[in-house]
């Protein structure tokens, strides 16, 4: 037989384009006995290695056969062939192993019910009836061919061509193959074009800028925090403190030569940093794997993968695992708002819209040149679900910090040209769908862990349980107060009389949603200026406000979030191709911003009042808001035992209040346990001392006692009820130190 005369099955297996290679290639009946058929682009020759049989080349082609008795070769026999370099090569064929994806888990996907679709799709190490290999398995359901590329059939897409299930997933199991190579699939497009796409459940790729994937063993890596785990299923996080350093490892931290560090380095170092400044989590950027370093992971190719840029999948979870072991909690942000049009990547992925939308309308965020998910699409669904429960459950992340919900909430967002719902409205019902069942889910499966969403409009009940029509999520960014005070902040001084609202209308809403109080990355580049450089005034004024900042955020109710270089004053704006000013501790006024960080947090977490009732209304009381002349705020923080509290005033001029008069709860000395003007924090050290303030019998601001304190400039202080036996401590003190003074 030679080409010209090849049956079409024959033939379509040549032109890469036959539907089902299962069909021609392998083992099949023929008349009495059977014929064997491989594609091999490589081989010179080619024999069955149980038996000896030499495989015959059709002419012209490199299509080899052998007819025989049934009985001469085993069902999974083996092949021997030489390449053109005269090197010999063993294994299986993988022809003659039937599927092997179970139909239940296949059922499940295209309902959109399969949680754990990565243990069904992408490359998996495998073994079946003794002979172990790797199954590829992808989703493309409008393909006319898929097949598996990769070093291994030197990129070849005739080689391995896969076959397809009903629902629209291929698979082929390559026996003998061992784990760790790159991989593509080529995917030949209804309109006949043929595409290199990554895998989209690939859990590791080529170091940037290659974009292969990476088949990755099984991990051994073994996990210590089971206690940590344990005692996070049963964490009341409602009244408990939590205080996130928000992170971008490539920018954190580098090397000597401007190198990125491991994930283990920077674990080291991240976690005494954090331990020292007192956080209780830390929050990366999107670890997830993307091209485009200027990106900073929010355009994700990869998204059951960590970044190869600073290591292993295991290296990430060495680092999860050190932060456990040290108490810090570790939330992920992720992004299922969008993905990124490369080429190797989900857009048009099969060459239809599979992912996304094909009515741009729908699917494209103009604004970052991006395309938004089809929601509503089960298959798609199942993708994100499953990715956020591979995150959780693979690496033991605590939380996700779901990116830009508002985009994926409203259809008209950021544009002028939309579809409207069913119902004619603006909402995008399938992201809410997915949205609701996205926080059910992860609740369900991984019982303990935070979902959290950067969402910046007055949608309803964000973060209020689904069953009474809330969105699920635990928290909701507060980006309100967040522009809010800024903008209150960036004003002079003088001025800021007229704009005391922009302070008190937080907490007209403060306890409609579970708060978390964001001073984050996206506050501090694209020309916005660091927060050192949004405060007014000269240097002084400027570190002044900046400390003032920081004490308002950590007394007000909600839990809180700084972007790394918040804790050194950095002056420039964040740039995420070299690393932060680490040298500006050398520097009196920044080494007082990281001890006032640090001593905030100390006291955030020491002190029930302050975090207690962050999201119940019991926990916050204004003592006083309307001294807009003096641009004076004085409030109430309360915890949950009675009578528990500490009194917050914050003067937002730069003129010192001597003689300020606050009325108090109750009778008796307080102690003040914080001034941001303190030497120690870079001020100029107007603080109400180490004496207890004694209270009077003067009603003042409807309450029953009062108490005269000095308020310093652009400065805060903290009041705590000091306990008797504090308050002779101190006297006792003081009476000790003046009899010294009397003997000199």
Request: hydrophobic residues 35%; negative net charge.
């Amino acid at each position: 037989m030679n080409q010209a005369q090849l049956p079409e099955p024959l033939q379509g297996i040549l032109d890469a384009n036959h539907p089902d290679p299962f069909a021609v290639l392998g083992r099949h009946p023929d008349g009495l006995g059977i014929v064997i058929r491989v594609m091999n682009p490589q081989a010179e020759t080619v024999t069955i290695a149980d038996g000896g049989q030499a495989m015959v080349r059709i002419d012209g082609t490199d299509l080899f056969e052998w007819r025989g008795p049934a009985d001469a070769v085993p069902e999974r026999y083996r092949l021997i062939w030489r390449d053109r370099d005269h090197r010999e090569h063993i294994g299986h064929d993988p022809y003659c192993f039937p599927h092997q994806l179970p139909d239940f888990d296949l059922h499940l996907f295209g309902e959109g019910r399969h949680w754990h679709a990565y243990r069904l799709l992408g490359a998996r190490v495998h073994e079946t009836e003794g002979v172990a290999g790797v199954l590829f398995s992808v989703w493309a359901p409008n393909a006319e061919r898929v097949s598996v590329v990769g070093d291994f059939n030197h990129w070849d897409g005739r080689t391995h061509p896969m076959r397809v299930h009903g629902n629209g997933v291929w698979e082929l199991f390559i026996p003998d193959l061992s784990p760790s190579g790159p991989y593509k699939f080529e995917i030949r497009a209804p309109s006949g074009m043929v595409h290199l796409k990554s895998d989209p459940y690939g859990r590791r790729f080529e170091l940037r800028p290659d974009t292969a994937s990476v088949i990755e063993p099984d991990s051994r890596f073994e996990w210590s925090d089971a206690p940590w785990l344990e005692a996070r299923r049963e964490w009341d996080w409602l009244h408990t403190p939590m205080s996130i350093y928000e992170v971008h490892l490539g920018s954190w931290q580098r090397g000597p030569e401007g190198e990125m560090l491991s994930y283990r380095e920077l674990g080291e170092r991240l976690v005494e940093h954090v331990l020292d400044l007192g956080f209780t989590h830390i929050e990366l950027m999107p670890v997830t794997e993307h091209p485009y370093d200027l990106s900073w992971g929010y355009q994700t190719t990869g998204y059951y993968a960590p970044t190869s840029r600073f290591g292993s999948p295991d290296d990430f979870r060495w680092l999860i695992d050190h932060c456990h072991a040290n108490g810090i909690g570790v939330i992920l942000d992720w992004v299922p708002a969008h993905f990124p049009k490369d080429a190797h990547g989900l857009a048009r992925f099969d060459g239809t819209a599979l992912y996304e939308h094909e009515d741009p309308r729908l699917g494209e965020h103009l604004d970052w040149s991006t395309l938004i998910f089809n929601y509503g699409r089960k298959e798609v669904k199942n993708f994100l679900l499953s990715s956020a429960l591979f995150w959780l459950e693979e690496f033991h992340i605590d939380g996700l910090r779901v990116d830009a919900v508002a985009s994926m909430l409203y259809l008209d967002y950021s544009r002028t040209e939309w579809i409207p719902n069913r119902h004619g409205g603006r909402e995008n019902l399938d992201a809410i769908d997915f949205l609701r069942e996205l926080n059910e889910v992860t609740h369900d499966q991984v019982p303990g862990a935070l979902i959290m969403a950067e969402e910046s409009t007055s949608w309803p009940q964000v973060s209020r349980p689904t069953y009474v029509g809330g969105l699920g999520f635990d928290l909701k960014w507060n980006m309100g107060w967040m522009n809010d005070t800024l903008a209150y902040m960036d004003r002079e001084p003088i001025h800021r009389q007229y704009h005391q609202d922009a302070l008190t209308f937080s907490m007209l809403y403060a306890f409609t949603e579970n708060f978390l109080l964001p001073l984050s990355h996206d506050e501090v580049t694209h020309g916005k200026r660091s927060l050192l450089y949004k405060m007014p005034g000269d240097e002084w004024q400027r570190f002044a406000n900046l400390r003032l900042l920081y004490t308002y955020m950590y007394t007000h109710p909600g839990k809180k979030l700084l972007f790394m270089g918040a804790e050194l004053g950095q002056g420039e704006e964040w740039d995420s191709t070299r690393p932060m000013d680490w040298y500006l501790l050398d520097y009196p006024l920044h080494r007082g911003i990281r001890e006032l960080v640090r001593d905030l947090n100390r006291l955030y977490r020491d002190e029930p009042p302050l975090h207690a009732q962050d999201f119940e209304g019991q926990g916050f009381e204004w003592v006083d808001c309307q001294d807009a002349q003096h641009s004076v705020l004085i409030y109430q923080r309360k915890g949950l035992e009675n009578g528990e509290h500490l009194i917050v005033a914050l003067n937002f001029t730069p003129v010192p209040r001597e003689g300020y008069r606050v009325g108090v709860p109750v009778a008796g000395p307080y102690e003040e346990v914080l001034s941001s003007d303190a030497h120690s924090f870079g001020g100029s050290g107007i603080t109400n001392g180490d004496r207890p303030l004694t209270t009077e019998p003067i009603v003042w601001m409807d309450r029953p006692h009062s108490l005269v304190v000095t308020l310093p400039p652009l400065g805060g202080i903290i009041l705590k009820p000091a306990t008797s036996e504090m308050a002779e401590e101190k006297v006792a003190g003081d009476q000790v130190s003046d009899e010294s003074s009397g003997d000199q």
